[in-house]
């Protein structure tokens, strides 16, 4: 069996590089940019990816963005997205998981966390 494919979506290169670190350590392939319009374009291109791992906030377009272009998209609905904020924001917990999130973790994400988000692929 091919290993799981996380897109990883953060501003922050350091938030990216810990969460890839973490899947990649369970053996799962991550693609990781850092921008809502990379990653739409890269799921434009790219039809393997099985997870969205996406930071709530960040410039342009925030997570919460993200998760209504996928969910609103036929071709992409089916895919399980997890948010990540360093906010605990129960108004914003609660939109992200009506919206259709599987999950929303709080920053940092811990070693202890990467069973939970695999959980959903």
Same mark, same amino acid.
Do not use: W
């Given at each position: 069996?091919?290993?799981?494919?996380?897109?990883?979506? @953060? @501003?922050?290169?350091? @938030?990216?590089? #810990?969460?890839?670190?973490?899947?990649?350590?369970?053996?799962?392939?991550?693609?990781? %940019?850092?921008?809502?319009?990379?990653?739409?374009?890269?799921?434009?291109?790219?039809?393997?990816?099985?997870?969205?791992?996406? @930071? =709530?906030?960040?410039?342009?377009?925030?997570?919460?963005?993200?998760?209504?272009?996928?969910?609103?998209?036929?071709?992409?609905?089916?895919?399980?997205? #997890?948010? %990540?904020?360093?906010?605990?924001?129960?108004?914003?917990?609660?939109?992200?998981?009506?919206?259709?999130?599987?999950? =929303?973790?709080?920053?940092?994400?811990?070693?202890?966390?990467?069973?939970?988000?695999?959980? =959903?692929?």
């Amino acid at each position: 069996m091919a290993s799981p494919h996380v897109l990883v979506v @953060d @501003d922050t290169h350091v @938030d990216r590089h #810990v969460v890839s670190m973490a899947l990649t350590r369970h053996n799962v392939r991550v693609t990781a %940019v850092e921008s809502v319009m990379q990653a739409l374009m890269f799921l434009d291109s790219e039809h393997d990816v099985n997870m969205i791992v996406s @930071d =709530y906030c960040m410039p342009e377009m925030t997570g919460y963005d993200l998760l209504m272009e996928v969910k609103n998209s036929p071709k992409l609905a089916h895919l399980p997205v #997890v948010i %990540v904020s360093s906010d605990n924001i129960p108004e914003r917990i609660k939109k992200c998981l009506d919206g259709g999130a599987k999950d =929303y973790i709080l920053k940092p994400i811990k070693i202890v966390d990467v069973p939970r988000i695999l959980n =959903y692929i």
